[in-house]
């Protein structure tokens, strides 16, 4: 199912104006608070009524604002997941689900399957308990089955980790992993963590002060964000596993990278994160070091950002990105073409 976007919307002195189209998988709003991702997904969920503009989900049209077309939020059929869960607490996790399924009479949307829905989210143990005795995680894959039972056209996930801590938002990922991958809907999915747009888009979307500055694959986009923790997206294959020393070799066209101990077979498909922070650069080939993972490249581009810059890596066709003072840059005489190496302290690796 496509995503069709083309509206805008002034509150205030804020103006919105954003124009995309996003293929199936999950299309990730990325930007700073007050970019305007918030205020676009309410839009799409009907909340508001943009000044100008054009949405439709697979073709059907939910707003066209020329030909008097804007179809109330009750019946544009599409799921949303907010930051807390909004679970009714007086109703059994069971109860919470039969709700939304109230929602889909007479529909035949994705997902919408109370067992195949259970099973999708690993929530079967819970369907006899209250909201107040499940955890933040917990909590946030009944409203996601909630949702999915109304049978929508559209699943909008409004920074659906960000009220959670570490080890809540570890919990939950790899569900919001097999709904990108097997629920059949699309997601439009806003959040400001890159780690999470790494992990889980397909396509990225980024926003800032209310325009769209930059749409497409997520390993082509991402590198381009204007964030403290930018980093690249490496698409890598599981090669070999190192037992004794507990690591994994992942094979990505910029090198190898050795990883902690992964438990994806050989040959699996993961997706490696690394943050622009973590990269040095070297000139020479470094020897006697403790990091493991060295990538040879050259020097695509630099953008001088006040004290810092983001370096631009060009590694046999792969994109690394590398954050550096200026006073490094100046001290390595760092130029457009010349060759480095590039030493990695951290890779972030999840399972594509």
């Excluded at 059994?92 to 989210?121: C, I, M, P, T």
């Excluded at 894959?141 to 929508?152: E, K, S, T």
Aim: proline content about 5%.
């Amino acid at each position: 199912m496509s995503l069709e976007i083309d509206i805008e919307h002034a509150r205030g002195t804020f103006t919105l104006a954003a124009r995309f189209a996003a293929e199936p998988g999950v299309t990730a709003l990325f930007g700073r608070s007050g970019a305007g991702k918030s205020t676009l997904v309410d839009i799409v969920a009907g909340l508001i009524t943009p000044n100008r503009g054009r949405i439709a989900v697979d073709g059907q049209v939910l707003v066209d604002t020329e030909r008097g077309i804007c179809v109330p939020k009750h019946r544009r059929r599409v799921g949303y997941v907010f930051q807390d869960s909004r679970l009714f607490p007086h109703l059994s996790v069971h109860q919470n689900l039969v709700y939304g399924r109230w929602f889909a009479k007479g529909h035949g949307g994705a997902s919408g399957n109370f067992d195949s829905v259970v099973e999708l989210l690993g929530i079967g143990a819970l369907l006899e308990r209250r909201p107040d005795s499940l955890s933040g995680g917990e909590k946030q894959r009944v409203a996601i089955g909630r949702a999915l039972l109304a049978r929508p056209r559209l699943l909008l996930m409004d920074e659906p980790l960000a009220s959670l801590d570490e080890a809540r938002r570890a919990e939950i990922l790899p569900y919001v992993e097999r709904l990108r991958d097997h629920a059949g809907v699309p997601i439009l999915y806003v959040s400001h963590s890159v780690a999470e747009v790494a992990r889980l888009a397909t396509t990225v979307v980024i926003l800032s002060e209310g325009k769209v500055t930059a749409v497409g694959p997520v390993l082509d986009i991402l590198p381009l964000a204007d964030s403290g923790d930018g980093g690249s997206v490496l698409d890598a294959t599981v090669a070999r596993h190192d037992e004794p020393f507990q690591l994994t070799v992942l094979d990505t066209i910029a090198g190898e990278l050795q990883v902690p101990r992964l438990s994806a077979p050989v040959g699996a498909s993961v997706r490696a994160y690394i943050r622009a922070r973590d990269v040095m650069l070297s000139l020479h080939q470094p020897q006697e070091i403790s990091a493991l993972n060295v990538l040879s490249g050259k020097v695509a581009a630099i953008a001088a950002k006040g004290a810092q810059a983001d370096i631009r890596l060009d590694c046999n066709g792969a994109i690394v990105m590398a954050r550096l003072t200026a006073k490094s840059v100046e001290r390595l005489a760092l130029a457009p073409g010349r060759p480095v190496h590039a030493v990695i302290k951290s890779v972030s690796f999840e399972r594509s």
